[in-house]
Each structure stands twice: as C-alpha cells, then as structure tokens.
C-alpha cells in the first residue's frame, strides 16, 4: 500500500473520531405517538377577585396622600384626606339647630302643660289646648329634623377621609396632593393579591364542547413561562349579544406569586385525549419562518428537518402536526446538534 492510500484512509477516520464525540454530546429522545390531553386555548386577562377603585363623594382639595402605587396597605387604613373645613362647618351649623330645637321644644312642652292644667280649671278653651299641643308636636319634629341633620352632616365629613376597605396592594393612585376632588372621581384603586382570576370570553359553539362534566383548564403566563393549574371554572350565564361569546372566570391557585391584574394570559381548556406525535418546545429550531428539528439520521449525525408545529400541550411539550413519525430520535438541544452536524460535514 503506498503512502498516498494510507493518508486517504487515515483522515476520513480522524474526521469521524472528532466529530464522533460531538455527537455524543447531543442528548436525543425517541418520538412516539402518545395519548395526550386535546385543549382549546383562549386568550385571557388576569384580574384579582378583590379589587377596588375608591372615588370620592364630596368636593374638596386633596390635603394628604398617604400612599402611591405599589404600597401594601391593611383593611381600614387610612389612603388620603380630603379638606373637611366646609363640612366641618356644616356639621356646627347642624349643632347650632340641635341647639335651637331642643330650646323651642322645651318651651313647646312648658306652654302644652301650663295651658293643659288651665283647661282643667276651666280658665281656658279646649281649642287652646289644641293649638299648645300642635306647637308642642311641631317642636319635637323640629327636633327629629336637626337631629337628622346632624346626623347627615355628620356622615359628609367622614366622607373626607378615605380608607382601605380591604387589605392588599395599591394598584394606582390616580389623583395628586392639591388636585381638587368631585363626586365620582376615581382618588385609588386598591386590589388583593392572594385571589387572582383569568376572564377570557369563549364562543357558543366552544362552550358546547366544554360543558360536559367538570371543566378542567390550565393558565399559561407567555412572559414568564409559568403554568399554572386552575383552581376552579365558573361559566357566566349570560352571553354577549354582540360577540355571541360567554364569559368564562377560571381561578388560579390561593397566594400564587407574582400575578399583577392587566397581565396577558392564555387558558387552555381539556376537550378530552387523542393519540399525537409531540416534541419537548426546548427541541424546536426556530429560524425566521422556519420550523424545525434535528433528526439523528441513524449514522451518528443529525439532519435538519423542517415540521409543522401545531399548539403547545398541557404537559409543555408541543404538537407536531407534519414532519415527524413515530421512532425517529429528536435531538433535544437544536444548537449543539447543528454543531455536531457541521463538524461532521
């Protein structure tokens, strides 16, 4: 054999042992059709259970801010004051009537019992005694009135303090120290983090599949990857006439951290199982529009292979609709079977 055949045969091997432990590297996992869990996904957007916006009842200029967006706050506590002088001073005023009737109302009595013991003597008429006791009887309303008014008064000026009426987060503060406050403007809105709930509205047809039974959901968060088990699916009995879509409330686990109402959630909802070819989502290539996976082509290398990706599954991994068979290996790092695969090249 000459020395020129032996360098031929030489390098073809010294490729192979390089690229073989590359290779190696690569973890790969068999792809079976499987019995997996159908589910309609619907987006949805998380809200808390407990929320409010507190708005005021009275004009005034608001004197104190307490709090600002993001401050956990307790059930009764203080949020904000508006200026009470105005109704401060009614309630004074409210006193001064108090006063006032209380005066004409003992003189009303006075007058009804001297002009009663009068009649008894007969120094007097009964048309007499009538009118004493119709004066007394106004004077006693009079009272009930101021009373009343007090009252009211009373209820105005603790409009001007506002509290929490429950205990959580501050979600925003919507008003400035010194803006002025009217009846119907929104001052805070207050919400509590332990109870979360994602809305989504599903068409008719839909909720005709999900009706059956129990219906069982998981939440997805795309931002942060996160799933998450539904709690409990409550179906609103009412539809919308105009997007023939009900709304349907689903529940997510008590104290689930880091959920903030207004966020971006997808539900899926169980249909029920059918057999499908699924990849685990860490196996996928993505590339502009291309959709693909590495498939060890049986030599010790991979090829690259374009698929249909179908919708991810409640286990995480993700349906392949066109592309793959049942016992092909799938490499599951795309990037270091790419590497492997042009080393070997």
């Known amino acids: 054999m000459t020395r020129y055949s032996i360098i031929r045969i030489v390098l073809p091997a010294l490729a192979l042992a390089i690229a073989n432990p590359l290779q190696a590297q690569v973890p790969t996992q068999r792809i079976e059709a499987r019995s997996v869990g159908l589910t309609h996904p619907a987006e949805a957007t998380l809200e808390a259970v407990r929320q409010a916006t507190l708005a005021a009842q009275v004009p005034g200029r608001i004197v104190e801010l307490k709090v600002d967006a993001g401050d956990r706050v307790a059930k009764g506590q203080v949020l904000l004051r508006i200026d009470a002088a105005e109704a401060s001073q009614a309630v004074a005023g409210a006193e001064a009537g108090i006063a006032q009737a209380q005066a004409n109302q003992i003189n009303a009595k006075a007058a009804y019992e001297r ?8 120094f007097v008429s009964q048309s007499a ?25 009373a209820t105005v000026q603790g409009y001007t303090t506002i509290v929490a009426p429950l205990a959580g987060l501050v979600a925003a503060r919507h008003v400035e120290q010194g803006e002025m406050a009217q009846p119907g403007r929104q001052l805070v809105t207050v ?6 709930r994602a809305v989504v509205d599903v068409p008719q047809q ?12 998981r939440v997805e968060l795309p931002d942060t ?11 609103l009995p009412a539809a919308d006439p105009r997007t023939h879509t009900v709304r349907v409330r689903v529940d997510l686990p008590a104290n689930a951290e880091g959920l903030v109402p207004g966020t971006f959630a997808r539900v ?19 590339r502009g529009e291309l959709t693909g996976v590495y498939v060890a082509d049986g030599k010790g290398g991979f090829a690259l292979r374009q698929i249909r990706a179908g919708e991810p599954l409640a286990d995480g991994s993700v349906e ?4 793959l068979v049942g016992g092909e290996e799938v490499a599951l790092d795309p990037v270091q079977a790419g590497i492997a695969a042009r080393a070997a090249r």
Not at 115 to 122: A, P
Request: proline share 4%; no cysteine; net charge positive.
């Open 115 to 122: 002009t009663k013991s009068l009649v008894e003597r007969k």
């Open 129 to 153: 005694l009538d009118q004493a006791k119709a004066s007394f009887d106004a004077a006693e309303a009079q009272l009930r009135a101021a009373r009343a008014g007090r009252g009211q008064a």
């Open 191 to 196: 919400y509590d983090p332990a109870a979360m």
């Open 206 to 217: 839909r909720l005709a599949g999900l009706a059956s039974g129990q219906i069982k959901a």
């Open 225 to 235: 990857g996160r799933w998450l088990e539904a709690a409990g699916v409550t179906v």
């Open 268 to 286: 899926y909802f169980a249909t029920g199982e059918a057999p499908r070819i699924a990849v685990p989502a860490g196996a996928i290539l993505r």
């Open 320 to 323: 392949v609709l066109a592309g």
